[in-house]
């Protein structure tokens, strides 16, 4: 920290967390101490309200900006925005200025808080941008605090911004979460007066995301080209102990792993990100990091922070951080839970069942919006955590299918169907599990189990969409939740308003609603373990959509319907649609040839020259066996075992040269197809599968080799060695 500050922190320190938490940010505190009383007030009230900050106070609110920054050490800023790249962007600009007199000073206008303009031809655009047209503009998101980021010996000011383009469409991932916000909250409050409910000025979503990782000793991965080119081992044998003892999840953390975390932590606390829990997952090496839940854009812009902050740390600890979803074949892969609710400004949680869930119907109303939505566009959520990566994850053992369903527990499913056959005598208080130990308190039950197998489940008052990948920005899930949501709150509200309007009284026309919502999203509601194939056979029974790869999960953005959705909401426009179709395809093309490269030079500089090496001196020792056979007297019987090791590494490894020389065809087809979508479905068709066979034939290989022969690090080095 900087040598101002009274907190002196370190991995012993008995500091409480709460006497530095966020104080790295512009948060409430630092603005109440900063700016005049008027203009912070002023501030709150634009940032509550969602709105744009006026330019009249925008110059007071940068200068004690600045002034906070400069005391903690802070030289440079820079507005901190989310291109379409799925990470994070910046370009620092230094506060100092010079005088017509020469006169060296430090200024930052409210201009220069408001609106930046990075060169917007660098970064994907899909075809909204030409190359020539360079200008973008990133305006500044006041909903999430501005804070200060460590790097070399500096701090630098980093302010939470959108970015979009000359004309104004949007060039990141952040613009249209915002807007999706906007667009349920007016949804929701217009459903709220229809239920009788007054006074909600903004209804919000919240999101809080579990975070899954893997880290590996640096030395290794260095030495791995695929991981450090692609994210993810291309080759490697599995060792013979695995997860099979599930022996990792939740043991004791390593103390390397456990000073990583600690310092982790140290981090975000500073930057106000409210890390909560840390534990070992289920795959050797694999852990997990998990906040206290915040408002969605907050939520992402922490989420991509967390990332963030656990490479730096992770490199000067020695580690590698994987954030890739399967990085490891045979090993599970790691996940983003996004766990999602709405609420209103007012403080309900419009998920929460309350006591008694079947009389609370505003917790009823918002449910069937749920479900309906996820039932109307399950395609669209699946679309939304499409990628190569997810690819490999979904529908493993560790993951949910690329079937999205939603999980309510017994319970729900219970008040659910009373509610459609007209019961009127279901109860169901809160419930107890008494252990029968004097020494341990009887405890609440939940109303829900929980199914690690759904993809969209109900835990208690939110839902946890666990098909979001690990390396993917929350930002595009989390716009497409809300998007979906404000379509279904309207579908729900247009079919109340309609009853009352045939004579209904509001309470009769309420209730009918839900009946009729129950009733028709019977289809997504799936009790059962979605790892079965039973699961399968009901996706195809009730015509669930089940897209088992990226590009045909993309193309549900060609969809009239779709697109129109988005465009109705004022979240996407066509054009910015298309662009993002566009990307996400490019990018997908463009991750399996370098995939592809990689493994072809691996193949040709490590793996071929190590068997053929070592065939080379088992060959040699052969013959000189041969040559002594009959002298030492060895049997036939040993002669042809020795004889079938050699054949089995001449035959693998020729095997291997011909299955490379056809990747290098495959590779060099690629760009042979005229469309985006024809060179996607030829990766999944054909070069994927291929590169599965190589990998087959390779890992055989490994285990046939002797160990200092071989030059890549093992998966038992890996995942084994702290």
Known sequence: MHKNKEVHLSSESKVPVSAYYGSLTFDHKAMRARLPKEVFAALQDTIKAGKKIPESIAGVVAHGMKEWAMEKGATHYTHWFQPMTGSTAEKHDAFLSIDRDGTPIERFSGEQLIQGEPDASSFPSGGMRTTFEARGYTAWDPSSPAFLMKGGNNLTLCIPTVFISYHGEALDSKTPLLRSMDAVSKSAIRLLEILGVNGVTRVKTFAGCEQEYFLIDKKFYIQRPDLVMTGRTLLGALPPKGQQLEDHYFGSIPDRVLEFMQDVEQELYLLGIPAKTRHNEVAPHQFEIAPIFEEAN????????????????????????????????????????????????????????????????????????????????????????????????????????????????????????????????LKTEKQFLDLGLSQVPSLNKDYTDRNRTSPFAFTGNKFEFRAVGSSQSPSVPNMVLNTLMAEAIDDVADAIEAKIAAG?????????????????????????????????????????????????????????????????????????????????????????????????????????????????DIGSSFNNLLAAAESIGLSDAAIGSQAKYLKDLAEGLSELIDLAAELDELVEKIESFATEFEKADFCVETLLPHMVKVREVADKLELLVDRSRWQLPTYLEMLFEH
Not at 303 to 327: H, Q
Not at 580 to 600: S, W
């Open 298 to 425: 907050v939520a992402a812009d922490h989420n991509l922070l967390t990332m963030e902050v656990m490479r730096k740390v992770a490199d000067k600890k020695g580690f590698a951080l994987l954030l890739f979803e399967k990085p490891f074949a045979g090993i599970n892969g790691s996940g983003k839970h996004n766990n999602w609710s709405i609420g209103t400004n007012t403080g309900i949680n419009l998920l929460d069942p309350g006591d008694t869930p079947e009389e609370n119907i505003q917790f009823l109303v918002f449910l069937v919006a749920v479900l309906k939505g996820v039932l109307k566009r399950s395609d669209v959520l699946r679309m939304s955590i499409a990628s190569i990566g997810n690819d490999h994850r979904l529908g493993a053992n560790e993951a949910p299918p690329a079937v999205v369903t939603v999980f309510l527990g017994e319970l729900l499913e219970n008040v659910l169907d009373a509610i459609e056959s007209g019961k009127t005598d």
């Open 504 to 616: 209904k009284d509001r309470s009769s026309a309420i209730l009918e609603a839900i009946r009729e919502g129950i009733t028709a999203t019977k289809a997504i509601r799936y009790p059962g373990d979605n790892y079965s194939e039973a699961l399968q056979i009901a996706a195809k029974e009730r015509g669930l959509p089940n897209m088992k790869n990226t590009p045909q999960a993309l193309r549900t953005l060609e969809k009239a319907d779709v697109r129109a959705m988005f465009v109705k909401y004022g979240v996407l426009s066509e054009e910015e649609i298309h662009s993002r179709l566009h990307i996400r395809l490019e990018r997908y093309i463009k991750g399996i040839d370098i995939e592809a490269r990689t493994l072809q030079l691996m193949l040709k500089t490590i793996v071929i020259p190590d068997v053929s090496e070592y065939q080379g």
